[in-house]
C-alpha cells in the first residue's frame, strides 16, 4: 500500500484461495506455486490465515506494517485484515486458513510475523498433502490440533517494518524507503521532520514501537532479503545498500532474523 492511502481506498478483490474458505474444516491447508513477481492485490479472507512459504520470499503488506517473510517464517493475517502479497522469485506457498470462532482463534485476531518451527513446518507439509479431506479422519483432525498449538506458540520475529500515522514521520519513512542507503544523520532526518532530534525520537519510538535506528536497520534487511531472493550478488546488494562489504550487511541481517 501507498504511504498515507486509508482502508477506505484499498481496492479489495477476491483471493484465489476463496474457494476454500467455506469448507467445514476449522483449519485448512492451501498450496501453492506462485511465478517470479506474482502480485496478490488487496484481498481478504473471512478466516485467519497463517502465510507461509517453504521457498521463495515473499513481501507483504498491510495499512499499518510491511513484512519480508523469508523460508522458516510465516505471517499470521487475521480475518478480514486487507493486505496485498509480492513474490519475489519463485515461492512455493503451503497456507493455513482457520476458523476465526474457533475457541483460542481469538489469539490469532493479531497481525504479526512469527517463526516456522522445524515441527510446524512439517505438520503444515502433511495436512497440505492430504487435500483437505471431508470428512476428516482422525490423521487430519490431528494434524490440525496440533498445528494450532504450535502456531499459537510461535515466537514473534523483529522482520516486521511498522509505518508511524504522523505524516511528517511518514515523509521520513518514505524517503528512506526510496534510498535505503541514504547517508543522513538522525539529525538530518528530525530536520526533515521539523522536529527536534529529541522530539523527532520520542515521536518514532511512541507511533512504531522501536527506535528510528531499528526501523532503519530493519529496513535495510528487507531490502538486503529482497536483493538476494532477486539473484543479486550479496557484494552488490550490499553496496547498494551502503554497507562495506557482504561480511558487514551478514552481521547486520543476523542481528536482526
Known amino acids: 500500500m501507498q504511504m498515507g492511502q486509508t482502508d477506505n481506498q484499498?481496492?479489495?478483490r477476491d483471493s484465489s484461495a476463496d474457494r476454500v474458505q467455506s469448507l467445514p474444516h476449522e483449519v485448512v491447508g492451501y498450496a501453492r506455486d506462485y511465478p517470479v513477481g506474482y502480485v496478490s492485490t488487496w484481498h481478504r479472507h473471512p478466516?485467519?490465515?497463517l502465510l507461509y512459504a517453504i521457498s521463495g520470499l515473499m513481501m507483504a503488506e498491510t495499512e499499518a506494517n510491511s513484512y519480508a517473510i523469508p523460508p522458516g517464517y510465516g505471517l499470521i493475517v487475521p480475518a478480514e485484515q486487507p493486505h496485498e502479497t509480492r513474490m519475489v522469485g519463485a515461492v512455493l506457498l503451503?497456507?493455513?486458513y482457520v476458523?476465526?470462532?474457533l475457541p483460542g482463534a481469538e489469539a490469532l485476531a493479531r497481525c504479526r510475523l512469527v517463526t516456522v518451527s522445524p515441527?510446524?513446518?512439517q505438520l503444515i507439509a502433511a495436512l497440505c498433502g492430504m487435500g483437505n479431506p471431508w470428512p476428516m479422519p482422525p490423521r487430519a483432525l490431528h494434524l490440525s490440533q496440533l498445528i494450532l498449538i504450535e502456531l499459537l506458540a510461535a515466537p514473534v520475529s523483529p522482520l516486521a517494518l511498522p509505518y508511524?500515522?504522523?505524516p511528517r514521520l511518514?515523509?521520513?519513512c518514505d524517503a528512506l524507503i526510496a534510498t535505503p542507503a541514504s547517508p543522513r544523520s538522525l539529525d538530518d532526518w528530525a530536520t526533515e521532520a521539523g522536529m527536534s532530534r529529541r522530539t523527532f525520537s520520542r515521536h518514532f519510538q511512541m507511533?512504531?514501537?522501536v527506535s528510528f535506528g531499528k526501523w532503519a536497520q530493519r529496513l535495510r534487511c528487507q531490502a538486503a532479503l529482497r536483493g538476494l531472493a532477486q539473484g543479486r550478488p550479496a557484494a552488490r546488494v550490499a553496496r547498494d545498500l551502503g554497507y562495506a562489504n557482504a561480511y558487514t550487511m551478514a552481521a547486520m541481517m543476523r542481528r536482526i532474523t
Open 119 to 121: 515441527l510446524l513446518a
Open 164 to 166: 508511524p500515522a504522523n
Open 94 to 96: 503451503q497456507s493455513l
Open 170 to 172: 511518514r515523509r521520513v
Open 10 to 12: 484499498i481496492q479489495l
Open 99 to 101: 476458523r476465526a470462532d
Open 207 to 209: 507511533e512504531t514501537g
Open 47 to 49: 478466516r485467519h490465515q
